[in-house]
């Protein structure tokens, strides 16, 4: 609706810069790049043939990443307008170009300079302070700014809900009734969804926080968190089709999101559909393996869960090498080295390699039951003497820290 009224204010009026500028933000909201583009680069243009340059030339040259140009522009050629509206307007430049602590201080100024203070105005100059102390990763100091943009206007939606997402974890009770008061102002504001989603995902309640991501989806159908979040709540309660449909939606906006390949391979691996699982976990570790950032967290279970599915088709070379590949990313990670021995012990050709696995797992975590039983079963398979007691040793050791381990009784 806003698209069509301003696409009409500048079908009438087409040499108006402000209505370009104004449907080509919301053309970035609508994530259409390059749409926006042009019709900021005719407001550039048309204001910079029809009017000294100003506030409005440097919201321009912000939409378009020219943050020193509108700075300057703010700072030498904003003679005769208001002093407030400059400094508002430098504070949200300097938010856009990363300079969060200049920022602040601009709005803070804003606030000093402004003639008739209005609540509503205060109100938002203060939330503005507490996004740029967010991006400092100074929550305390988020929160003082939020609490005072709510006592200037309580009705203020987006503060309370950031209020609420910051203290969801320390006071979840507190956290919740923000929420809740944030969407009985602004029914509209997808974002406390998804935060009250994640509240209610904090105390088990799984099913009430799909419906609020279903909520955040229907009012912004291209968030891929929103997705994201619904198909990983969605496979946790083993609806693994509607995990897949949403998993894959967020494959659709965000290509290079690692975790929904993950997550869509896990469902494929619950649903028996090995192959597809083979091809997602493949492409997580093709997207992680030079990320050394995050490649810990999902491309070593990328190549267990890879392994496995290799195991379960008989191709066991292929999981004895995602295993050794995934071994020599984390090498103190004894569960890793047991299911390399298992996978070897199973091959029946290399049982000296799977005694070394076990022994290798046993080096990190000495009282692991299954490495002592599964070097024991090596041990006893290799028909030696000395292995039969060596065996014999490990089966007792089993035994001895843990006396319920019937296996090792058994094999004894």
């Not at 020599?328 to 799977?354: F, T, Y």
């Amino acid at each position: 609706q806003a698209l069509r009224d301003y696409g009409r204010a500048v079908h009438l009026q087409p040499d108006v810069p402000q209505y370009h500028l104004l449907r080509g933000d919301v053309l970035l909201k609508d994530n259409r790049i390059a749409l926006a583009h042009i019709h900021l680069q005719v407001a550039a243009r048309l204001n910079s043939e029809k009017t000294k340059k100003g506030i409005c030339s440097a919201k321009v040259d912000t939409y378009l990443g020219k943050y020193d140009q509108a700075l300057g522009t703010l700072r030498h050629h904003t003679a005769g307008a208001s002093q407030t509206a400059v400094a508002w307007q430098i504070g949200r430049t300097l938010m856009k170009a990363g300079k969060f602590t200049d920022a602040i201080s601009s709005f803070m100024l804003a606030i000093d300079v402004m003639n008739q203070p209005s609540s509503k105005s205060i109100s938002e100059l203060h939330y503005q302070a507490g996004l740029c102390h967010l991006a400092n990763t100074n929550t305390t100091k988020a929160l003082l700014a939020f609490g005072q943009a709510l006592r200037n206007d309580p009705k203020h939606a987006k503060a309370r809900f950031r209020r609420g997402a910051c203290t969801l974890f320390q006071h979840p009770e507190q956290a919740i009734d923000d929420l809740n008061c944030a969407l009985d102002i602004d029914p509209t504001l997808y974002e406390a969804f998804l935060a009250r989603a994640a509240y209610f995902v904090r105390h088990g309640r799984i099913t009430k926080a799909v419906l609020n991501c279903s909520s955040a989806i229907r009012l912004q159908p291209t968030s891929a968190s929103a997705y994201l979040l619904s198909g990983s709540l969605k496979y946790t309660l083993r609806v693994f089709e509607g995990a897949v449909k949403d998993l894959s939606r967020v494959i659709a906006l965000q290509p290079r999101c690692a975790l929904a390949f993950y997550n869509r391979a896990c469902c494929y691996q619950s649903r028996k559909e090995l192959q597809k699982a083979i091809s997602d976990f493949s492409t997580v570790i093709l997207m992680l393996d030079d990320d050394s950032s995050v490649r810990n967290e999902l491309l070593i279970p990328s190549l267990q869960n890879r392994a496995d599915i290799y195991l379960s088709v008989g191709e066991d070379e292929s999981a004895i090498a995602d295993l050794k590949q995934a071994i020599s990313l984390k090498p103190n990670l004894p569960e890793l080295h047991h299911c390399l021995g298992v996978v070897l012990h199973r091959s029946r050709m290399a049982l000296q390699h799977a005694v070394e696995a076990f022994s290798a797992g046993l080096q990190h975590d000495p009282f692991m039951v299954d490495a002592l039983v599964g070097r024991g079963n090596a041990f006893m398979d290799s028909n030696h003497p000395s292995g039969i007691i060596l065996s014999k040793r490990d089966y007792c050791r089993a035994i001895h820290l843990q006396p319920a381990k019937l296996t090792a009784y058994v094999n004894l």
